[in-house]
């Protein structure tokens, strides 16, 4: 199993739509969580910290579940330009160096 | 602006070539990272330097090499060993390691192919 697992898609929706994407991680003890968002073929751009109570930036919200070990990100109101990449990014407890587990992301195409 | 800058932008490695790819950055980070993505895979973890004149592997070291002599500058080399090099290759920095929650910052990639 993977340490970290996000349905590829892609994930087709028409403007103005909502969308959710989950992520599924394998280590309980992880502690940190994070959604970034990647372009084709540009550097991946963080989006939003997931925490336990679960947050919101705008039309974005992040919400964690530990007991399941997964993590949301729900888009509302999707616009043209959240198309992209979504990239789930996991810190396990590692103790040492910085050491991000990054899915392999979940695409989103939002069609006029 | 601060940030950090990857060149070239495209490179292309012929059989039994070393190459380089230059990472620079101006944030005065002092870790720093190297990924490799490829295609409907994550980033995985080439090297990392938490101070300069120090390095470590991370999961996927084989193949290649870094060094650390200046704050500012972290090149990887792919060399010759490595025998799949083909890949979408990532710099990255942090202001440290002291926390999990540090944000990581990206250069905007290099894109390496087998001629």
């Known amino acids: 199993r993977k340490e970290v697992e996000q349905d590829p898609g892609p994930f087709n929706v028409p403007e103005g739509a909502t969308v959710a994407f989950n992520c599924t991680y394998s280590n309980s003890a992880s502690q940190s969580f994070f959604w970034y968002r990647q372009d084709c073929r540009k550097e991946p751009k963080l989006l939003m910290s997931?925490?336990?109570s679960g947050n919101e930036d705008g039309r974005f919200t992040a919400q964690l579940n530990r007991a399941s070990q997964y993590i949301s990100l729900l888009i509302r109101d999707s616009k043209l330009s959240d198309s992209a990449t979504y990239l789930c990014?996991?810190?396990?407890?590692?103790?040492?160096?910085?050491?991000?587990?990054f899915g392999a992301g979940t695409r989103l195409a939002v069609h006029p | 602006d601060g940030g950090i800058t990857q060149s070239p932008k495209y490179l292309f490695r012929k059989e039994g070539q070393n190459v380089t790819l230059s990472c620079e950055q101006n944030l005065n980070h002092d870790a720093m990272y190297w990924y490799r993505q490829d295609p409907g895979q994550g980033l995985r973890l080439i090297y990392y330097s938490q101070i300069v004149n120090d390095f470590q592997k991370g999961d996927i070291a084989e193949g290649y090499s870094v060094s650390r002599e200046k704050k500012e500058s972290f090149p990887l080399t792919v060399t010759s060993a490595q025998k799949n090099p083909t890949a979408f290759y990532l710099c990255?920095?942090?202001?440290?390691?002291?926390?999990?929650?540090?944000?990581?910052?990206f250069g905007s990639g290099t894109q390496l192919s087998v001629l």
């Open positions: 990255a920095s942090s202001i440290g390691q002291t926390s999990t929650n540090e944000k990581l910052f």
């Open positions: 997931v925490y336990s």
């Open positions: 990014v996991v810190v396990p407890f590692s103790g040492g160096y910085n050491k991000l587990i």
